[in-house]
C-alpha cells in the first residue's frame, strides 16, 4: 500500500554497474559527452581522470585554506598590535612601539592554525558532509562491492537528458553488466 506522497516521489536515477576501472571511465567520458550533467562515478579507489570525465568542478578547499590563512595571519597580527601598542606599551630597549618583526611568530602560528580549522571545516561543507542518508545507499549491489571491486555510474533523474527508458539503453550501450533504478 503506497501513499499518494510515495506514488509522486520521482526516483533519485539509474545506476549501472561496470566491470573494471577503465570500463567506468569510459562509461563517464561517453555520458558527459552525450550531455549528462547530473552523473556520479563510485569506485574503491582513485581512478586517474575520472573526476574530468564526470565533468567534477575544480576542488575549491584551496581557495578557502588560502582565505583562512590570510584571515588567521591578519588577526594574529592584529592582536598583537592593538594589544602591543594601545592596551599595553611597553618601551623595552628603546625600541618603537610597533616592532613588527616580534609579531612574525604568533603571525605565522594563527594564519596556520585558521587554514588548517579552514581546511577540515571546507572540507565538511563542500563535500556536503555530515550526510547520514544517500539514496544509492537504497541499491544492494552497492552497498555490497562499492568498497571492494565495483565500479558504479549514476545518472541523476534531475539531469535534463535524463528520461528512463532512453538512458537505461543508454547505460546498457555502454557495456554496464547491469542497471538498476534507484529509489529516492
Known sequence: ???????????????????????????????????????????????????????????????????????????GFGMQFIALTYHYPFLIGGRPLFSWPMFIPITFECGILFASLSAFIGMFALNGLPMPYHPVFNVPRFNEKATRDGFFLTVESGDDRYDEAETRAFLEGLGAKQVVLVEA
Open 1 to 75: 500500500m503506497h501513499t499518494e506522497h510515495e506514488e509522486n516521489e520521482k526516483p533519485f536515477g539509474l545506476m549501472a554497474e561496470f566491470d573494471s576501472p577503465d570500463d567506468v571511465l569510459h562509461a563517464a567520458q561517453k555520458a558527459y559527452d552525450s550531455g549528462y550533467r547530473k552523473i556520479e562515478a563510485y569506485s574503491p579507489f582513485p581512478i586517474h581522470g575520472l573526476d574530468e570525465a564526470v565533468g567534477f568542478p575544480k576542488n575549491a578547499v584551496a581557495t578557502v585554506v588560502l582565505i583562512g590563512g590570510v584571515i588567521g595571519a591578519m588577526t
